[in-house]
């Protein structure tokens, strides 16, 4: 077994996100720690007025839940931001992050985040 850590899982409101928290899940069950998932949504995007935001949240928590994860929903204007004091807050030792479907340059939050956290927190990208 590997040396105890968190593992914090980033998901947006889509229910494919799931994945990703089976795969922090397996990251858990191997390292001990604890499985944080989290979504954040900017502060001018309301969350009620999209019908079907609401609904793959409580998706995404349910699925939390059934494998022993506590889910935190933060609303920040600035995401990596938010996701670089939560996971430092939070002891992260492990980041898992869907694969983007945008270009790699148009794909920062991996770079960035990797930039803010170094390399003692390493990061996991779950393939589509």
């Not at 494919?16 to 191997?30: A, F, N, Q, V």
């Not at 699925?63 to 939560?86: C, N, P």
């Not at 479907?101 to 003692?120: A, F, M, Y």
């Amino acid at each position: 077994m590997a040396t105890k850590g968190n593992v914090m899982v980033c998901v947006t409101q889509q229910k494919t996100c799931e994945r990703l928290i089976r795969k922090g899940s397996e990251i858990r069950d191997d390292v001990g720690g604890k499985l944080m998932v989290i979504h954040v949504t900017p502060t001018s995007l309301q969350i009620l007025g999209n019908y079907h935001q609401p609904e793959a949240l409580d998706y995404l928590y349910e699925i939390s839940k059934s494998m022993s994860a506590e889910m935190t929903v933060i609303r920040s204007k600035d995401t990596i931001d938010t996701l670089e004091t939560f996971a430092k807050k939070n002891e992260i030792t492990t980041i898992v992050l869907g694969e983007s479907l945008r270009p790699s340059k148009e794909n920062t939050i991996v770079t960035d985040l990797q930039k803010r956290l170094g390399k003692e927190i390493e990061i996991k990208i779950v393939p589509v």
